[in-house]
């Protein structure tokens, strides 16, 4: 009977996810951010009715030779999907509330800055202090050598964005979405803006929004649903065009290197390589035979 009301509560709470994830193409695909809070309302709101009309009942566990409810003997309750949907809904409004569009000037920079990072803090400190639970954690290092696969994946990942990325952002005109980089200072800045961006994607996307979408859903279900909220933040940053063919596969893959390695340090750094060669890509767009190591 666990089971069924199980599976019962987590048919239904698929649609409230699904809703708060989709309010991410509304805001930075679309560009309509009335239609973006609109559906994070509804997709709380679901959660909470649901809850609300099913309430969690506290698992039995045994003391002694006897059941007891899992609340009396003070075991932990299941995670609540209403405030794990808000946590995501709050770290979306925060980035929503910028323009998305790649600028090196200090002000855009500054910018970038807060909402990112507030994107990423904000979440965490009402789970950890106000929900009073560990939903989100960044768990660098799991004390675990890295084998032969993962170094592999890694030089795998340098050789496919070497031979995929400049035919995506030249042929495609892409790299015109971010802005001309023609001397030392803006290459520098581009450099760190780039690495940044990439390090704060695994924070929120893998280390947040997968993080809570996993205490409620099978992991490819949690996986799908934060590529949508991946995919459409990268949209707006540029990678546009036929670009998701190259960015779902990549949360995908992000999400499930995470599920396999537990590692936050290994995550981050696929995805710095993978963003050296996208920097170098733009700098070699912007300055043809500046780089001269491309087949375009």
Request: charged share 15%; aromatic share 14%; hydrophobic share 60%.
């Amino acid at each position: 009977m666990t089971d069924v009301r199980r599976d019962t509560t987590l048919r239904l709470g698929f649609m409230p996810a699904l809703l708060v994830c989709a309010a991410a193409p509304a805001f930075f695909v679309l560009e309509i951010p009335w239609l973006g809070w609109l559906l994070l309302a509804l997709g709380i709101g679901a959660a909470w009715l649901i809850e609300r009309m099913r309430p969690v009942e506290a698992p039995m566990v045994t003391v002694g030779a006897r059941q007891e409810s899992a609340a009396v003997v003070g075991a932990p309750r299941p995670p609540s999907l209403t405030r794990d949907l808000s946590l995501i809904a709050v770290g979306l409004l925060i980035v929503s509330i910028i323009p998305l569009a790649a600028e090196l000037d200090n002000l855009a920079m500054l910018r970038f800055t807060l909402a990112l990072g507030g994107a990423v803090a904000v979440p965490y400190v009402i789970s950890r202090f106000a929900f009073r639970d560990r939903a989100i954690s960044f768990p660098w290092r799991t004390h675990r050598r890295w084998g032969r696969l993962q170094w592999g994946w890694l030089v795998a990942v340098l050789f496919l964005g070497w031979l995929i990325l400049p035919f995506y952002f030249i042929n495609s005109g892409v790299y015109q979405n971010w802005p001309v980089v023609d001397t030392p200072e803006l290459i520098a800045r581009l450099f760190i803006g780039v690495g940044a961006v990439g390090i704060w994607d695994e924070l929120f996307f893998i280390c947040t929004v997968f993080a809570l979408l996993r205490r409620h859903f099978p992991d490819l279900v949690a996986n799908l649903l934060q590529a949508i909220v991946f995919v459409s933040f990268l949209w707006e940053l540029g990678y546009r065009e036929w670009g998701p063919l190259l960015t779902i596969p990549f949360a995908l893959l992000q999400g499930y290197i995470f599920l396999r390695t537990h590692s936050l340090a290994y995550v981050v750094t696929v995805h710095l390589l993978f963003d050296a060669v996208v920097f170098a890509v733009l700098v070699h767009a912007h300055n043809p035979g500046l780089l001269p190591i491309f087949l375009v």
